[in-house]
């Protein structure tokens, strides 16, 4: 039905959806695809959530492909999404709009050693305005090294439910 409707909401500034368990037998592969193209071009959009929990991702379309919708929303201040591991890292940073202020992802998470080479990468596109970041399943010793190494203006940090505010001494 998002198709149906592309040109319905022209001034819509959020949108959410948050997928925590599909029954067994939901099956729409054009889901999030579709809600792609619903959204691509829209001017307007302020924050743009798209939460995908579980195994059942690939039932309702949600692959890497999913990000490709985020350098046409040009006014984009807030990204909540999940992290796909079939998406490249480096490729993940620079499909994010230069405007986000504020960035929330859901990893899935490589193991602790290649955590940092993940974060490394990544950080190689992010926009340099970003105040906010937020992980879950993020190893907490590294909050440090993600602050002073890979996100340098970053203001507050939330990590899993723990929220720290950023204080610079130099």
């Given at each position: 039905?998002?198709?149906?409707?592309?040109?319905?909401?022209?001034?819509?500034?959020?949108?959410?959806?948050?997928?925590?368990?599909?029954?067994?037998?939901?099956?729409?592969?054009?889901?999030?695809?579709?809600?792609?193209?619903?959204?691509?071009?829209?001017?307007?959009?302020?924050?743009?959530?798209?939460?995908?929990?579980?195994?059942?991702?690939?039932?309702?379309?949600?692959?890497?492909?999913?990000?490709?919708?985020?350098?046409?929303?040009?006014?984009?201040?807030?990204?909540?999404?999940?992290?796909?591991?079939?998406?490249?890292?480096?490729?993940?940073?620079?499909?994010?709009?230069?405007?986000?202020?504020?960035?929330?992802?859901?990893?899935?998470?490589?193991?602790?050693?290649?955590?940092?080479?993940?974060?490394?990468?990544?950080?190689?596109?992010?926009?340099?305005?970003l105040a906010f970041v937020g992980m879950t399943n993020y190893p907490i010793r590294f909050v440090i090294n993600l602050i002073e190494h890979d996100f340098p203006d970053v203001r507050v940090v939330c990590i899993d439910d723990s929220v720290w505010s950023v204080i610079r001494l130099?």
């Amino acid at each position: 039905t998002f198709r149906l409707y592309r040109s319905s909401l022209p001034f819509l500034t959020h949108f959410a959806l948050k997928v925590i368990s599909l029954h067994r037998y939901v099956t729409d592969r054009d889901l999030v695809p579709a809600i792609s193209e619903f959204l691509r071009d829209r001017k307007h959009i302020h924050s743009f959530h798209l939460i995908v929990r579980g195994a059942d991702h690939r039932r309702i379309g949600f692959d890497a492909s999913a990000w490709g919708v985020l350098p046409s929303l040009s006014n984009l201040r807030s990204l909540v999404t999940t992290y796909r591991t079939d998406l490249s890292p480096s490729l993940a940073g620079w499909l994010i709009p230069r405007s986000l202020r504020a960035l929330t992802m859901e990893a899935v998470v490589p193991p602790a050693e290649d955590v940092l080479l993940f974060i490394n990468q990544f950080r190689l596109g992010i926009p340099p305005f970003l105040a906010f970041v937020g992980m879950t399943n993020y190893p907490i010793r590294f909050v440090i090294n993600l602050i002073e190494h890979d996100f340098p203006d970053v203001r507050v940090v939330c990590i899993d439910d723990s929220v720290w505010s950023v204080i610079r001494l130099d």
